[in-house]
């Protein structure tokens, strides 16, 4: 662990395996305007891009005409149960607690709610990630892939190009850091497959925490 003096990373699928609690989330929202449920692994897919995307891939056609009302009930449903099932990949609170005390700057950089992403990394990494920062575009940040959200962590931390790196688990991770103008170290146990990964152009891709950890 001496390649970076800052870390950036993705929430979802990276950090925190979140997916049985967006699925409940979506499923109760689904059931009350009538419209079909989602399997867990199609969820997966949905993830990444926002949570407009995220309810607008769940709705589909054919819940276009209630869409704005569904994305509402989820929003406050998601708020209220986003912890019940999630929990950090194993070997994760480990990893950036030992990062932590070897000096590193950590933020969080999501395309997650940003009360989402405060409420779970307050949670899970308080006192360990400095910076927790998620989709708030009405105040003017663009979400992944602009690189602005990652640029915000970069200046909060006092990081700059040459010492940073960003970990995520999607293409909307390495396109973000392609932006951004840094590397990206991709993990597959999230939310792609390693096949998305490298189609993505991934440069490193780690399987487990132990070659994470040799590649920071």
């Given at each position: 662990?001496?390649?970076?003096?800052?870390?950036?990373?993705?929430?979802?699928?990276?950090?925190?395996?979140?997916?049985?609690?967006?699925?409940?989330?979506?499923?109760?929202?689904?059931?009350?305007?009538?419209?079909?449920?989602?399997?867990?692994?199609?969820?997966?897919?949905?993830?990444?891009?926002?949570?407009?995307?995220?309810?607008?891939?769940?709705?589909?056609?054919?819940?276009?005409?209630?869409?704005?009302?569904?994305?509402?009930?989820?929003?406050?449903y998601y708020a209220e149960h986003c912890r019940e099932n999630t929990a950090p990949?194993?070997?994760?609170?480990?990893?950036?607690?030992?990062?932590?005390?070897?000096?590193?700057?950590?933020?969080?950089?999501?395309?997650?709610?940003?009360?989402?992403?405060?409420?779970?990394?307050?949670?899970?990494?308080?006192?360990?990630?400095?910076?927790?920062?998620?989709?708030?575009?009405?105040?003017?940040?663009?979400?992944?892939?602009?690189?602005?959200?990652?640029?915000?962590?970069?200046?909060?931390?006092?990081?700059?190009?040459?010492?940073?790196?960003?970990?995520?688990?999607?293409?909307?991770?390495?396109?973000?850091?392609?932006?951004?103008?840094?590397?990206?170290?991709?993990?597959?146990?999230?939310?792609?497959?390693?096949?998305?990964?490298?189609?993505?152009?991934?440069?490193?891709?780690?399987?487990?925490?132990?070659?994470?950890?040799?590649?920071?």
């Open positions: 662990m001496n390649k970076y003096r800052f870390i950036i990373w993705d929430l979802d699928g990276t950090l925190l395996d979140t997916l049985d609690d967006l699925t409940n989330s979506i499923n109760v929202t689904m059931k009350r305007y009538s419209l079909p449920t989602h399997s867990r692994d199609a969820v997966r897919q949905f993830v990444g891009h926002g949570i407009k995307n995220l309810m607008k891939s769940a709705v589909g056609e054919a819940g276009e005409n209630v869409g704005a009302q569904a994305f509402e009930f989820f929003t406050g990949y194993e070997g994760v609170l480990s990893l950036i607690s030992r990062l932590k005390q070897a000096g590193y700057g950590q933020a969080v950089v999501s395309n997650k709610a940003d009360f989402a992403v405060k409420i779970l990394c307050k949670e899970h990494f308080e006192d360990i990630i400095d910076i927790a920062i998620g989709e708030n575009e009405k105040q003017g940040v663009r979400k992944k892939p602009c690189p602005d959200s990652v640029f915000e962590a970069m200046r909060l931390l006092g990081a700059n190009k040459n010492n940073t790196v960003y970990v995520g688990d999607s293409e909307v991770d390495i396109e973000t850091a392609r932006n951004a103008g840094i590397p990206c170290i991709s993990v597959s146990w999230g939310f792609r497959d390693i096949d998305q990964l490298e189609n993505a152009g991934a440069d490193i891709i780690c399987n487990d925490i132990s070659a994470l950890e040799g590649e920071l």
